[in-house]
């Protein structure tokens, strides 16, 4: 070998110092390199499931908020349905209330005025009975011609109708 310009001395101590080199380097250097891109390569595959369970959560949250959100306006269209409800039975009662009174103050009014017809025309009788007396009686009191009859018939209508009507 020693024609190809290499000693076989040297080859062997440079191989062997090449291999001591190596070994080194493995050793301090890319051991600890690889260690820690496999630390790495680790956290980062630890992350990335912490990420994935993180929104597989977050999916699953949003989905239960959902389901609240949807329930709370079911239960937000019942309670606007019952208070619908209930002011409406609220009116019909209101209104069932005023007719009822209202027919009561009707009742009360048409008796209230039929008594006052029936006192009118009791007071109406009465008058004209006392006008027919009146008239009769100074009739009989003087015999009279038609004329002194008609007479004494106006004037007693003349004093019913001042209010000083005298038998």
């Known amino acids: 070998m020693s024609a190809l310009g290499v000693n076989l001395g040297t080859l062997l101590v440079q191989l062997f110092a090449f291999?001591?080199?190596?070994?080194?380097?493995?050793?301090?250097?890319?051991?600890?390199?690889?260690?820690?891109?496999?630390?790495?390569?680790?956290?980062?595959?630890?992350?990335?499931?912490?990420?994935?369970?993180?929104?597989?959560e977050l999916a699953a949250t949003q989905a239960r908020n959902e389901e609240v959100l949807i329930e709370a306006r079911r239960e937000a269209q019942k309670i606007l349905?019952?208070?619908?409800?209930?002011?409406?039975?609220?009116?019909?009662?209101?209104?069932?209330?005023?007719?009822?009174?209202?027919e009561e103050f009707l009742t009360k009014a048409r008796a209230t005025l039929?008594?006052?017809?029936?006192?009118?025309?009791?007071?109406?009788?009465?008058?004209?009975?006392?006008?027919?007396?009146?008239?009769?009686?100074?009739?009989?009191?003087h015999e009279l011609n038609r004329q002194e009859q008609a007479r004494l018939i106006e004037e007693t209508l003349a004093e019913a109708g001042n209010g000083r009507l005298q038998a």
């Open 19 to 56: 291999i001591i080199f190596v070994g080194l380097f493995w050793r301090f250097a890319l051991g600890p390199i690889v260690r820690m891109l496999d630390t790495r390569q680790e956290r980062i595959r630890d992350s990335m499931e912490a990420a994935q369970r993180i929104e597989r």
């Open 81 to 102: 349905a019952a208070a619908r409800e209930s002011g409406e039975q609220a009116v019909a009662r209101a209104q069932t209330q005023a007719q009822a009174q209202a």
């Open 114 to 141: 039929q008594a006052e017809q029936q006192q009118a025309w009791l007071q109406l009788r009465r008058d004209v009975a006392d006008l027919a007396i009146a008239a009769a009686t100074k009739i009989v009191r």
